[in-house]
């Protein structure tokens, strides 16, 4: 697995690296702004050697303000098969929102208070460069608390908005029964009403998933 790492303090983003590579992932270039992400991506590309993932601070030079996450939206854009994985120190829902606004397909908003916990951290990379999801629990209850305040989620039940939170989060259906303590098959069940609360016509089941979670974010 092909990692790119975009973080301006030079700490940091040799401990991301150092952390990686143990766990037998490949860092092929660690950039320190927006624009030299970008450009690092482009010439890896010309090399016919695409990143799997891309993990990039929010915040970086010039500005220290939406460098990262400018960048990431335009390289879901340019090469949307590229996992992306941003990292902020607060959680910080518009940004959230812009990088989340096309598709939740390989994408992750971690805080970076995750990076401690060390296996977790890695699956989230790993996911996301398999094109999973991959969101903070705290962003999750923010962009919950905001989607109570509209109806398209009236209808869903707590422990279904509770499912669906996990959902949002990337999780699979035997990591929410684990979480929840029930079993797979009420998981499954909880599922099964969603889609249908939402009007999610049949078709397969990870697509129906990205388009309940993309309903979820954007109510």
């Known amino acids: 697995m092909r990692v790119v790492i975009a973080e301006d303090s030079v700490l940091l983003?040799?401990?991301?690296?150092?952390?990686?590579?143990?766990?037998?992932?490949?860092?092929?270039?660690?950039?320190?702004?927006?624009?030299?992400?970008?450009?690092?991506?482009?010439?890896?590309?010309a090399a016919g050697?695409?990143?799997?993932?891309?993990?990039?601070?929010?915040?970086?030079?010039?500005t220290h303000t939406d460098e990262g996450v400018r960048a990431c939206v335009e390289?879901?854009?340019?090469?949307?098969?590229?996992?992306?994985?941003?990292?902020?120190?607060?959680?910080e829902e518009r940004y959230a929102s812009e990088l989340l606004a096309g598709s939740t397909r390989g994408v992750g908003y971690l805080l970076k208070d995750r990076v401690a916990e060390v296996r977790e951290f890695v699956e989230a990379v790993q996911r996301v460069a398999a094109g999973g999801?991959?969101?903070?629990?705290?962003?999750?209850?923010q962009l919950l608390s905001r989607s109570r305040k509209g109806d398209v989620l009236e209808g869903l039940t707590p422990r279904e908005r509770e499912v669906l939170g996990l959902m949002a989060e990337g999780r699979t259906n035997t990591a929410?029964?684990?979480?929840?303590?029930v079993s797979d098959g009420a998981v499954e069940k909880h599922i099964s009403n969603i889609f249908l609360k939402l009007g999610l016509a049949q078709s397969p089941e990870?697509?129906?998933?990205?388009?309940?979670?993309?309903?979820?974010?954007?109510?």
Do not use: C, F, W
């Open 49 to 62: 050697g695409l990143p799997d993932v891309v993990v990039a601070d929010v915040r970086m030079p010039p």
């Open 13 to 45: 983003r040799e401990g991301l690296t150092r952390l990686l590579t143990d766990r037998g992932l490949e860092v092929v270039a660690g950039v320190g702004d927006g624009e030299a992400l970008l450009t690092s991506v482009e010439e890896l590309a």
């Open 176 to 181: 929410i029964a684990k979480q929840l303590v």
């Open 133 to 141: 999801t991959a969101l903070d629990p705290e962003v999750v209850a």
């Open 206 to 219: 990870d697509h129906r998933r990205v388009l309940a979670v993309l309903t979820y974010l954007n109510s």
């Open 75 to 91: 390289l879901r854009r340019r090469h949307p098969q590229v996992g992306v994985l941003v990292l902020s120190q607060y959680v």
